[in-house]
Protein backbone atom coordinates (compact mmCIF):
# COMPACT_ATOMS: atom_id res chain seq x y z
CA UNK A 1 0.00 0.00 0.00
CA UNK A 2 1.27 3.21 -1.00
CA UNK A 3 0.30 7.16 -0.65
CA UNK A 4 1.26 9.65 -2.22
CA UNK A 5 0.15 13.63 -1.10
CA UNK A 6 -0.02 16.70 -3.55
CA UNK A 7 -1.03 20.09 -3.53
CA UNK A 8 0.87 21.96 -1.27
CA UNK A 9 2.75 24.93 -2.76
CA UNK A 10 3.88 28.43 -1.65
CA UNK A 11 1.09 30.77 -0.97
CA UNK A 12 0.92 34.31 0.86
CA UNK A 13 -1.24 34.29 4.02
CA UNK A 14 -4.62 34.15 3.93
CA UNK A 15 -4.79 31.93 0.96
CA UNK A 16 -6.24 29.10 0.24
CA UNK A 17 -4.91 25.23 -1.15
CA UNK A 18 -6.00 21.72 -1.41
CA UNK A 19 -4.05 19.12 -0.39
CA UNK A 20 -4.62 15.11 -1.59
CA UNK A 21 -3.83 11.73 -0.73
CA UNK A 22 -4.29 9.10 -2.79
CA UNK A 23 -3.93 5.20 -1.69
CA UNK A 24 -2.75 3.20 -4.63
CA UNK A 25 -1.27 -0.25 -4.13
CA UNK A 26 -3.37 -3.81 -2.75
CA UNK A 27 -6.95 -3.26 -1.81
CA UNK A 28 -7.06 -1.86 1.50
CA UNK A 29 -9.96 -0.18 3.69
CA UNK A 30 -8.76 2.67 6.13
CA UNK A 31 -10.73 2.82 9.72
CA UNK A 32 -8.88 6.11 9.75
CA UNK A 33 -7.06 8.32 7.83
CA UNK A 34 -5.04 11.35 8.85
CA UNK A 35 -3.27 14.58 8.32
CA UNK A 36 0.48 15.54 10.41
CA UNK A 37 2.66 18.46 9.70
CA UNK A 38 6.42 18.47 10.60
CA UNK A 39 7.59 22.17 10.89
CA UNK A 40 11.30 22.25 10.52
CA UNK A 41 12.97 21.50 14.11
CA UNK A 42 10.00 20.39 15.36
CA UNK A 43 8.09 17.15 15.89
CA UNK A 44 4.84 16.08 13.76
CA UNK A 45 1.90 16.64 14.76
CA UNK A 46 -1.56 15.80 14.49
CA UNK A 47 -4.19 17.80 12.17
CA UNK A 48 -6.91 16.18 10.54
CA UNK A 49 -8.19 13.02 10.71
CA UNK A 50 -11.51 11.05 8.88
CA UNK A 51 -13.27 7.73 9.70
CA UNK A 52 -13.79 6.57 6.21
CA UNK A 53 -17.01 4.91 7.09
CA UNK A 54 -18.77 6.95 9.70
CA UNK A 55 -17.35 10.21 7.77
CA UNK A 56 -16.71 11.36 11.77
CA UNK A 57 -13.93 14.25 11.59
CA UNK A 58 -11.33 15.57 14.04
CA UNK A 59 -9.09 18.89 13.78
CA UNK A 60 -6.19 20.24 15.68
CA UNK A 61 -7.56 23.10 17.61
CA UNK A 62 -4.75 25.16 15.65
CA UNK A 63 -6.77 24.55 12.11
CA UNK A 64 -10.59 23.69 13.56
CA UNK A 65 -12.50 26.18 11.33
CA UNK A 66 -10.05 26.68 8.45
CA UNK A 67 -9.00 23.52 7.55
CA UNK A 68 -11.66 20.71 6.22
CA UNK A 69 -10.81 16.88 6.16
CA UNK A 70 -12.95 15.23 3.33
CA UNK A 71 -12.63 11.72 1.49
CA UNK A 72 -13.64 10.10 -2.14
CA UNK A 73 -14.92 6.22 -0.96
CA UNK A 74 -14.38 5.70 -4.12
CA UNK A 75 -11.25 7.04 -5.03
CA UNK A 76 -9.92 5.82 -1.63
CA UNK A 77 -8.56 9.57 -1.73
CA UNK A 78 -8.40 11.80 1.38
CA UNK A 79 -8.64 15.73 1.17
CA UNK A 80 -7.26 18.31 3.04
CA UNK A 81 -8.91 22.01 2.41
CA UNK A 82 -6.42 24.65 3.80
CA UNK A 83 -8.35 27.71 4.44
CA UNK A 84 -7.27 31.14 5.96
CA UNK A 85 -3.92 30.05 5.59
CA UNK A 86 -0.89 31.30 8.10
CA UNK A 87 2.67 31.52 8.14
CA UNK A 88 3.12 28.56 11.54
CA UNK A 89 1.06 26.48 9.11
CA UNK A 90 4.22 26.11 6.98
CA UNK A 91 5.02 22.48 7.44
CA UNK A 92 5.56 19.44 5.32
CA UNK A 93 1.94 17.90 5.16
CA UNK A 94 1.69 13.81 5.42
CA UNK A 95 -0.76 11.72 5.45
CA UNK A 96 -1.43 8.78 7.14
CA UNK A 97 -3.44 5.50 7.25
CA UNK A 98 -4.68 2.13 9.21
CA UNK A 99 -7.34 -0.17 9.13
CA UNK A 100 -7.01 -1.25 12.88
CA UNK A 101 -6.85 2.32 14.63
CA UNK A 102 -9.18 3.23 17.32
CA UNK A 103 -10.40 6.65 17.79
CA UNK A 104 -8.12 7.78 20.93
CA UNK A 105 -5.06 6.48 18.98
CA UNK A 106 -5.77 9.07 16.10
CA UNK A 107 -3.91 11.83 17.28
CA UNK A 108 -0.65 9.33 17.59
CA UNK A 109 1.67 9.38 14.09
CA UNK A 110 2.97 6.16 15.49
CA UNK A 111 -0.79 4.43 15.87
CA UNK A 112 -1.03 4.48 11.60
CA UNK A 113 0.21 1.56 9.39
CA UNK A 114 1.41 3.53 6.16
CA UNK A 115 1.94 6.88 5.72
CA UNK A 116 3.73 8.88 2.31
CA UNK A 117 6.61 11.22 1.93
CA UNK A 118 4.63 14.56 2.34
CA UNK A 119 4.04 17.70 0.26
CA UNK A 120 5.17 20.64 1.43
CA UNK A 121 3.22 23.98 2.38
CA UNK A 122 5.20 27.36 2.89
CA UNK A 123 3.02 30.71 3.85
CA UNK A 124 4.83 33.98 3.52
CA UNK A 125 3.58 36.33 5.34
Known amino acids: VQLQASGGGLVQSGASLRLSCEVS????????MAWFRQAPGKEREFVSAINWSARTTLYADSVKGRFTVSRDGAKTTMYLQLDILKPEDTAVYYCEAGSRIILRNTRNPEAYDYWGQGTKVTVSS
Open 25 to 32: GRSFSPRF
